[in-house]
């Protein structure tokens, strides 16, 4: 539905500075597309730069009324608020943007699509995206994707939000500059969000998980030399179940450990204790392998969060981690992918 000619504006109050705009940031990172405004209340007339660390001069508007002044075509949902649905007040938000005009692209798992007062407001040209739709055709997985001869990359991590979509977005890049034939393949609404194709999997019946993730790498594995399948939750967080599709889905070839540096227990979960890294290793090798009946998958490189520390902090703990581990560690997004592509590709 997006184009090249689409202008995004990013719902994003109260994303920019707290732990529910992961959606926002990213697609200001990453997207290829125009960013028209940020509509943030809390940080209006700041700098994102100096908010986010992201170099992007967008401006931080107040309400999407204000953000009309810079021509978006598009509203982006950039946050997800606890419980999955908009406050009241972020809703009539939403049908102000329609009533201008703009079409919704909308990642939240609260549709938006069936409601009847933005349906009746919508133009011919206008149109709402509910990005977390379950895929046609789908079965169980088979394991067949063990067959392909590219490779597959799967990040895993010690938690959720600590950085595995970025982690393989980055990964693909550097692949794509060193000329590899290479596919990032979107899991969440985010990566697809920003275009990749992929599967919005936590809205996928958890019978068919692995199968949807098996078409996915199907689909594009033997046109590839190396793809790149972002992760979602972790085996160590007591609400995550996507990881294990994952595994079984794709059938990777390598993994990718993505962990916060300095983070010891699960966010919002304090009494639940990340193990030391070689442990997490042991466990994510161990279940991948599933005791002898798939193939051999190593952790062949660790992907460390250091947006929290200084440049003096992250150096140090990178090099703590590679000590920790014995395994190549970076953090690609405020460094560069190169030393895990490097492990991959070994």
Known sequence: MLTADHRIAILLHEGLQGTKGKTGLSLLRYSELPIAAVIDYQCAGGSLA????????????ASV???????????TIGIAPSGGALPEAWWQEVKQAVAAGLSVVNGLHTPMSTDAALQASLQPDQWIWDVRQEPQGLT????????????????????????KMSTGIELHRASLRRGLRSRFLA?????????????????????????AVEQLVMRHGQNHDIVFVEGQGSFIHPGSTATLPLLRGSQP?????????????????????????????????????????FAETR??????????????????????????????????IRYDAEPLIEAVLA
């Open 65 to 75: 009324k204000a953000s009309l002044a810079y021509r978006p075509t598009v509203l």
């Open 299 to 332: 952790v062949v490189a660790i992907a460390l969060n250091t947006f929290h520390l200084s440049p003096k902090e992250a150096a140090a703990a990178i090099a703590q981690t590679q000590q920790e581990t014995g395994l190549p560690c970076t953090d690609a």
């Open 140 to 163: 169980i997985g088979s394991g067949q994707a063990r067959s392909l001869s590219c490779r597959r990359v799967l990040m895993v991590g010690t938690d959720m939000s600590v950085g």
């Open 253 to 293: 070839t390598h993994l990718i450990l993505v962990h916060r540096a300095g983070q010891t227990h699960i966010q919002n979960l304090p009494e639940i204790r990340i193990p030391p890294l070689p442990q997490v290793i042991q466990m994510y090798e161990t279940v991948a392998t599933a005791g002898g009946a």
């Open 50 to 61: 100096e908010l986010t660390g992201i170099d992007c001069n967008v401006p931080i508007v």
């Open 187 to 211: 899991t969440g609404q985010t990566g697809l969000m920003l275009g990749h194709d992929g599967i919005p999997l936590d809205a996928v019946r958890v019978d068919f998980a692995a199968g």
